[in-house]
Protein backbone atom coordinates (compact mmCIF):
# COMPACT_ATOMS: atom_id res chain seq x y z
CA UNK A 1 0.00 0.00 0.00
CA UNK A 2 2.81 2.30 0.63
CA UNK A 3 4.17 2.05 -2.98
CA UNK A 4 0.68 2.55 -4.06
CA UNK A 5 0.25 5.81 -1.89
CA UNK A 6 3.94 7.46 -3.11
CA UNK A 7 2.24 6.86 -6.42
CA UNK A 8 -0.60 8.67 -5.83
CA UNK A 9 0.67 11.63 -4.11
CA UNK A 10 3.19 12.09 -6.72
CA UNK A 11 -0.08 11.87 -9.46
CA UNK A 12 -2.43 14.29 -7.05
CA UNK A 13 0.55 17.10 -7.30
CA UNK A 14 1.24 16.60 -10.44
CA UNK A 15 -1.66 15.61 -12.79
CA UNK A 16 0.55 15.36 -16.07
CA UNK A 17 1.73 12.44 -14.45
CA UNK A 18 -1.55 10.34 -15.19
CA UNK A 19 -0.18 10.13 -18.95
CA UNK A 20 2.11 7.19 -17.76
CA UNK A 21 0.83 3.79 -17.25
CA UNK A 22 2.12 3.42 -14.21
CA UNK A 23 0.04 6.38 -12.51
CA UNK A 24 -2.84 5.29 -14.51
CA UNK A 25 -2.62 1.70 -13.65
CA UNK A 26 -2.16 2.72 -9.61
CA UNK A 27 -4.91 4.75 -9.78
CA UNK A 28 -7.11 1.57 -11.10
CA UNK A 29 -5.47 -0.39 -9.02
CA UNK A 30 -6.67 1.46 -5.71
CA UNK A 31 -10.43 1.51 -7.51
CA UNK A 32 -10.18 -2.68 -7.56
CA UNK A 33 -8.96 -2.44 -3.97
CA UNK A 34 -12.15 0.13 -2.61
CA UNK A 35 -14.42 -2.09 -4.82
CA UNK A 36 -13.92 -5.53 -2.98
CA UNK A 37 -13.40 -3.86 0.44
CA UNK A 38 -9.61 -3.89 1.04
CA UNK A 39 -8.97 -0.50 1.39
CA UNK A 40 -11.34 2.52 2.66
CA UNK A 41 -12.08 5.96 2.50
CA UNK A 42 -11.51 6.02 6.44
CA UNK A 43 -10.96 3.24 8.93
CA UNK A 44 -11.45 2.93 12.77
CA UNK A 45 -8.00 2.77 14.21
CA UNK A 46 -7.22 1.91 17.99
CA UNK A 47 -10.82 3.33 18.11
CA UNK A 48 -10.10 6.59 16.34
CA UNK A 49 -11.82 7.26 12.86
CA UNK A 50 -8.81 7.76 10.27
CA UNK A 51 -9.16 9.27 6.94
CA UNK A 52 -7.21 8.12 3.97
CA UNK A 53 -6.42 11.23 1.68
CA UNK A 54 -4.86 9.47 -0.72
CA UNK A 55 -7.55 7.00 -1.45
CA UNK A 56 -9.98 9.85 -1.83
CA UNK A 57 -7.22 11.39 -4.33
CA UNK A 58 -7.23 8.24 -5.96
CA UNK A 59 -11.66 8.42 -6.66
CA UNK A 60 -10.79 11.63 -7.84
CA UNK A 61 -8.29 10.82 -10.03
CA UNK A 62 -10.19 8.60 -11.35
CA UNK A 63 -12.72 10.52 -12.54
CA UNK A 64 -10.16 12.50 -14.53
CA UNK A 65 -9.12 9.27 -16.23
CA UNK A 66 -12.44 7.98 -17.37
CA UNK A 67 -14.23 8.51 -20.65
CA UNK A 68 -18.24 8.86 -21.25
CA UNK A 69 -20.04 5.56 -22.20
CA UNK A 70 -23.50 3.71 -22.16
CA UNK A 71 -24.78 1.70 -20.34
CA UNK A 72 -27.75 0.08 -20.86
CA UNK A 73 -29.84 -2.22 -18.25
CA UNK A 74 -33.20 -3.17 -20.51
CA UNK A 75 -34.71 -0.61 -21.48
CA UNK A 76 -33.11 1.76 -19.88
CA UNK A 77 -30.20 3.50 -20.96
CA UNK A 78 -27.81 5.63 -18.92
CA UNK A 79 -24.48 8.25 -19.88
CA UNK A 80 -22.13 7.96 -16.95
CA UNK A 81 -17.98 7.56 -16.46
CA UNK A 82 -18.10 5.04 -13.51
CA UNK A 83 -19.68 1.75 -13.95
CA UNK A 84 -22.32 -0.34 -12.04
CA UNK A 85 -21.48 -2.54 -9.04
CA UNK A 86 -20.42 -5.86 -10.34
CA UNK A 87 -20.50 -9.85 -8.82
CA UNK A 88 -23.41 -9.57 -6.75
CA UNK A 89 -23.99 -13.22 -6.19
CA UNK A 90 -20.00 -13.45 -5.21
CA UNK A 91 -20.63 -10.81 -2.75
CA UNK A 92 -23.49 -12.62 -1.18
CA UNK A 93 -25.90 -8.99 -1.38
CA UNK A 94 -29.37 -8.68 -2.30
CA UNK A 95 -30.20 -5.49 -5.08
CA UNK A 96 -33.85 -5.45 -5.62
CA UNK A 97 -34.61 -3.56 -8.57
CA UNK A 98 -33.93 -0.45 -9.29
CA UNK A 99 -31.18 -0.42 -6.80
CA UNK A 100 -28.14 0.59 -7.66
CA UNK A 101 -24.85 0.21 -6.64
CA UNK A 102 -21.78 2.26 -8.49
CA UNK A 103 -18.38 0.35 -8.65
CA UNK A 104 -16.15 1.52 -6.09
CA UNK A 105 -18.21 1.11 -3.40
CA UNK A 106 -18.06 -1.98 -0.93
CA UNK A 107 -21.24 -4.17 -0.07
CA UNK A 108 -20.19 -6.50 2.55
CA UNK A 109 -22.11 -10.17 2.75
CA UNK A 110 -25.60 -9.92 3.46
CA UNK A 111 -26.58 -6.76 2.56
CA UNK A 112 -30.08 -5.81 1.13
CA UNK A 113 -30.55 -2.94 -1.28
CA UNK A 114 -33.87 -2.25 -1.33
CA UNK A 115 -34.35 0.50 -4.77
CA UNK A 116 -31.75 2.15 -3.46
CA UNK A 117 -28.23 3.94 -4.56
CA UNK A 118 -24.96 3.62 -2.94
CA UNK A 119 -22.08 5.91 -4.39
CA UNK A 120 -18.51 5.29 -5.52
CA UNK A 121 -16.24 5.52 -2.49
CA UNK A 122 -18.70 3.82 0.06
CA UNK A 123 -18.13 0.90 2.53
CA UNK A 124 -21.57 -0.86 4.10
CA UNK A 125 -20.68 -3.24 6.87
CA UNK A 126 -22.66 -7.06 6.71
CA UNK A 127 -26.29 -7.36 7.41
CA UNK A 128 -27.16 -3.72 6.96
CA UNK A 129 -30.25 -2.90 5.04
CA UNK A 130 -30.35 -0.12 3.07
CA UNK A 131 -34.25 0.53 3.10
CA UNK A 132 -36.09 1.94 -0.21
CA UNK A 133 -35.12 5.59 -1.97
CA UNK A 134 -32.01 5.97 0.40
CA UNK A 135 -29.28 7.16 -0.37
CA UNK A 136 -25.53 6.39 0.60
CA UNK A 137 -23.16 9.32 -0.26
CA UNK A 138 -19.38 9.30 -1.91
CA UNK A 139 -16.95 8.17 0.64
CA UNK A 140 -19.65 7.09 3.81
CA UNK A 141 -18.94 4.43 5.90
CA UNK A 142 -21.80 2.35 7.21
CA UNK A 143 -21.32 0.09 9.98
CA UNK A 144 -22.67 -3.76 10.28
CA UNK A 145 -26.13 -4.16 11.21
CA UNK A 146 -27.02 -1.11 10.54
CA UNK A 147 -30.68 0.03 9.26
CA UNK A 148 -31.12 3.33 7.32
CA UNK A 149 -34.92 3.43 6.69
CA UNK A 150 -36.91 4.78 3.81
CA UNK A 151 -35.95 7.85 2.57
CA UNK A 152 -32.20 9.03 4.40
CA UNK A 153 -29.98 10.91 3.14
CA UNK A 154 -26.41 10.13 3.92
CA UNK A 155 -24.46 13.14 2.39
CA UNK A 156 -21.10 12.47 0.31
CA UNK A 157 -17.86 13.87 1.49
CA UNK A 158 -15.29 13.90 -1.10
CA UNK A 159 -13.58 16.99 -1.38
CA UNK A 160 -11.50 18.21 0.35
CA UNK A 161 -9.84 14.90 0.44
CA UNK A 162 -8.81 15.24 4.11
CA UNK A 163 -12.70 15.83 5.23
CA UNK A 164 -13.83 13.05 7.53
CA UNK A 165 -17.12 11.41 5.64
CA UNK A 166 -20.12 10.50 7.02
CA UNK A 167 -19.80 7.59 9.80
CA UNK A 168 -23.01 5.21 10.72
CA UNK A 169 -21.42 2.65 13.39
CA UNK A 170 -22.43 -1.07 13.92
CA UNK A 171 -26.11 -1.36 14.75
CA UNK A 172 -27.28 2.12 14.65
CA UNK A 173 -30.70 2.84 13.44
CA UNK A 174 -31.22 5.73 10.99
CA UNK A 175 -35.11 6.22 11.11
CA UNK A 176 -37.51 7.43 7.84
CA UNK A 177 -36.17 10.75 5.78
CA UNK A 178 -33.24 11.36 8.39
CA UNK A 179 -30.33 13.39 7.13
CA UNK A 180 -26.98 13.14 7.69
CA UNK A 181 -23.89 15.09 6.07
CA UNK A 182 -21.22 16.97 6.07
CA UNK A 183 -19.07 14.68 8.06
CA UNK A 184 -21.34 13.49 10.94
CA UNK A 185 -20.38 10.27 12.97
CA UNK A 186 -23.37 8.39 14.41
CA UNK A 187 -22.20 6.20 17.27
CA UNK A 188 -22.88 2.77 17.70
CA UNK A 189 -26.15 1.25 18.42
CA UNK A 190 -27.99 5.05 18.26
CA UNK A 191 -31.56 5.33 17.19
CA UNK A 192 -32.18 8.97 15.15
CA UNK A 193 -35.99 9.08 15.03
CA UNK A 194 -37.55 10.15 11.78
CA UNK A 195 -36.69 13.27 10.33
CA UNK A 196 -33.58 14.02 12.29
CA UNK A 197 -31.31 16.35 10.10
CA UNK A 198 -27.76 16.22 11.65
CA UNK A 199 -25.26 18.34 9.78
CA UNK A 200 -21.31 19.88 11.27
CA UNK A 201 -23.30 22.69 12.84
CA UNK A 202 -26.18 21.38 14.35
CA UNK A 203 -26.54 21.12 17.81
CA UNK A 204 -27.25 17.57 18.92
CA UNK A 205 -28.46 18.73 22.96
CA UNK A 206 -28.53 15.95 25.52
CA UNK A 207 -31.34 16.56 27.61
CA UNK A 208 -31.94 13.56 29.22
CA UNK A 209 -30.53 15.06 32.48
CA UNK A 210 -31.18 17.95 34.86
CA UNK A 211 -28.11 20.12 32.78
CA UNK A 212 -28.20 20.22 29.07
CA UNK A 213 -24.68 18.73 27.13
CA UNK A 214 -24.36 20.00 23.56
CA UNK A 215 -22.26 18.24 20.64
CA UNK A 216 -21.69 18.99 17.53
CA UNK A 217 -20.88 16.64 14.81
CA UNK A 218 -21.24 13.24 16.66
CA UNK A 219 -23.92 11.28 17.79
CA UNK A 220 -22.57 9.55 21.27
CA UNK A 221 -22.56 5.50 21.22
CA UNK A 222 -26.66 4.22 21.72
CA UNK A 223 -28.40 7.63 22.24
CA UNK A 224 -31.67 8.08 21.04
CA UNK A 225 -32.71 11.08 19.07
CA UNK A 226 -35.33 12.94 18.27
CA UNK A 227 -35.62 16.54 16.32
CA UNK A 228 -36.28 19.32 18.21
CA UNK A 229 -35.73 23.37 18.00
CA UNK A 230 -34.58 26.21 20.54
CA UNK A 231 -34.90 29.98 20.13
CA UNK A 232 -32.20 32.10 18.81
CA UNK A 233 -31.95 36.15 18.43
CA UNK A 234 -31.70 37.51 14.86
CA UNK A 235 -32.40 41.48 14.14
CA UNK A 236 -35.78 40.84 13.11
CA UNK A 237 -36.53 38.94 16.16
CA UNK A 238 -36.61 35.58 17.83
CA UNK A 239 -36.93 32.48 15.74
CA UNK A 240 -36.74 28.74 16.27
CA UNK A 241 -33.54 26.99 15.13
CA UNK A 242 -33.86 22.80 14.42
CA UNK A 243 -31.55 20.88 16.90
CA UNK A 244 -31.09 17.12 17.65
CA UNK A 245 -32.50 16.26 20.89
CA UNK A 246 -31.00 13.11 22.48
CA UNK A 247 -33.99 11.79 25.24
CA UNK A 248 -31.73 9.19 26.25
CA UNK A 249 -30.45 5.74 25.65
CA UNK A 250 -30.65 2.41 23.66
CA UNK A 251 -30.55 0.04 26.46
CA UNK A 252 -28.23 -2.24 26.31
CA UNK A 253 -28.90 -6.57 24.93
CA UNK A 254 -27.55 -9.27 23.76
CA UNK A 255 -30.52 -9.19 21.11
CA UNK A 256 -30.12 -5.73 19.75
CA UNK A 257 -33.36 -6.01 17.57
CA UNK A 258 -35.13 -6.85 21.33
CA UNK A 259 -33.54 -3.87 22.55
CA UNK A 260 -34.46 -1.46 19.55
CA UNK A 261 -37.84 -2.08 19.75
CA UNK A 262 -38.30 -1.56 23.29
CA UNK A 263 -36.43 1.36 23.20
CA UNK A 264 -38.71 2.96 20.35
CA UNK A 265 -41.82 2.08 22.31
CA UNK A 266 -40.28 3.58 25.83
CA UNK A 267 -39.34 6.96 23.87
CA UNK A 268 -42.45 6.61 21.69
CA UNK A 269 -39.79 7.11 19.02
CA UNK A 270 -41.67 7.94 15.67
CA UNK A 271 -39.10 5.53 12.52
Known sequence: MSSLQKLIDECWADRSLLQQDIYKNAVETVMKLLDIGQVRCASKISGEWIVHQWVKQSI????????????????????DKIPLKKRLEA???RVVPPGMARYGCFLSKGVILMP????IGAYIGENTMVDTWATVGTCAQIGANVHLSGGVGIGGVLEPPQAQPVIIEDGAFVGSRCIVVEGVRVGREAVLGANVVLTASTKIIDVSKSEPIEYKGVVPDRSVVIPGSYSKSFPAGNYNV?????????NQSTDLKVSLNETLREYAVQV
Request: net charge positive; charged share 25%; aromatic share 14%.
Open 91 to 93: LEV
Open 242 to 250: PCALIIGKR
Open 116 to 119: SYVN
Open 60 to 79: LLYFSIRNMETIKIGDFEYR
